[in-house]
């Protein structure tokens, strides 16, 4: 038994428990590696010049042979990859039979159990092997970086897995093996081809069950292809944000529809019967998904928009390779002034930034400021080009939309803001006008007049009627000025609403104004009917 190893001084490597290579070659039989972290000395001079934190119980490296048989890893980590085994470098050899790795870890890496990181007719095999609980960020019980090599899984068991990406498995090309696990740190994936270069991991009457991930709860697959054969079974897989069962990343297009035949990197027999129900998802893609690959306004912004008013609104949404809507909370959306107005232009009053919820985002509380000054007409009725994107998933999207701003519409004026003094357009108070586009203050209204809902100008209270309230006075329940004008005394509304013209008071009648109705003077009575 290997029990309980950690740091080794002046140990630049990580002091994996074993380490083979250059042509070397190791047989395991019956061991046992159990609660190992084998860690660099960091003050060690060369810290840093090697492979440190791969493998916690076993580093395979370039030319090196490792034979496995009824072994057992029992929570074992590495620092960085491969929480019990790492195969590395050109043309390693890794044969594993009838072992269990149980509760492994590789939390700054991939691979929580199994860490293949190989090039030039590399080969490793997992035969009759069971993995359990283990944990990494990328591949909760194997990551495999391949290029000209392969990875065969048979008659084995992956279950129970957990990882940020791909509960099972996640596949990268081994060129982009660093830049791919880096970007995961960082919560972002490179864009990568999305053709498959002929490497890859093949499972064979192997049961993968009950694995979960934040993105594809079996499976990430990037560059590099996961064959499962009819033997093998793939089923119980969770993602608490997408990917049920596979996350993609890197092909690019909205063309493809959500289902595990479109994936580019998920092939054989068995992929057909995995069930429909074989994967579910918190936020979006119940079986498949991939980063957002485009973004763009759910409806076009305004033609023209006065200096200082909100963009109205402004919904953005995203897509990702399949044609769902993304929503995830990792993935943040900005918007910015691009193009030759960027630096007249700025965007204020609310968040340029927000991460893609149900429903999109929506920047409609941002207003369009000019940070020059405005002295006439003239110097706006500039085109500026919005662009809304970010950095996500998989890598820069963006689109583009433009809008004019103008000066100020009729019923709006121009001033100075009092928070930062720039120049705005701003809705004319009840008692103030504008009647014609322009960048003037709005001016006021004569004694008596009012601006009211709808208007650009001025007006009066309708024929015999006047307001009730003066300029002052708030109390008043009125949606609009013009209701606030009501029938003077000796005239009455045949209505009996406000707002409206009013009538003489008929004879032998009396009118007190407001809503009531007329009553008969002294010495006369009402003929009205039902009186």
Known sequence: DVVGTSQAPKSAFGSTALRVSDGGELELRAMSFADSFPRPDASYPLFGLFLGGYGGAVAVEAGGTLTAMHSNFTRVRALQSGGAIAALGEQPRVTLSDCLFVGCSAANGGGGAVYVEATKSAIVTLERCKMRDNVARAGGALFAALDASSVTVSASTIEGNSATWGGAVATSHASQAERFLSSLALGTLPLVSSAASGSGVTLTSTVVSGNSATYGGTFALCEESVFVDGGS?????????????????GASGVARSPQLASLAWLTGAGVSSIAADAGSAGLFGPQVCSGPVAIGFAQALRES????????????????????????????????????????FELKDADRSAVLGPGGVDFGLLTLVPTFPVESLADLGR???????????????????????????????????????????????????????????????????????????????????????????????????????????????????TGVPCDECPQGGRCAGGVARPVAAFGFFDVSPGS
């Open 305 to 344: 928009l006065p200096a200082g008013n909100r963009l109205g609104s402004a919904p953005v949404f995203a897509l990702d390779a399949f044609g769902q809507d993304v929503v995830d909370p990792a993935t943040n959306v900005e918007i910015g002034i691009v193009g030759s107005e960027a630096s007249s």
């Open 383 to 497: 085109n500026v080009t919005l662009r809304v994107g970010g950095e996500s998933v998989i890598s820069a999207f963006g689109a583009m939309a433009s809008v004019v701003v103008s000066g100020c519409p009729a019923g709006q004026g121009g001033g100075s803001r009092a928070v930062d003094g720039l120049f705005a357009c701003s809705l004319c108070s009840a008692f103030q006008s504008s009647t014609v586009e322009s960048v003037a203050p709005c001016s006021g209204c004569p004694p008596g007049q009012f601006r009211d809902e709808g208007s650009a100008g001025c007006i009066s209270c309708p024929r015999l009627s006047a307001q009730v309230l003066d300029r002052d006075d708030n109390s008043s329940s009125a949606s609009t000025l013009l209701e606030l004008c009501e029938c003077v005394a000796g005239a009455y509304s045949p209505s009996g609403r």
């Open 233 to 249: 079974t793939v089923a119980d897989s969770r993602a608490s944000r997408c990917g049920g069962v596979a996350f993609e990343c």
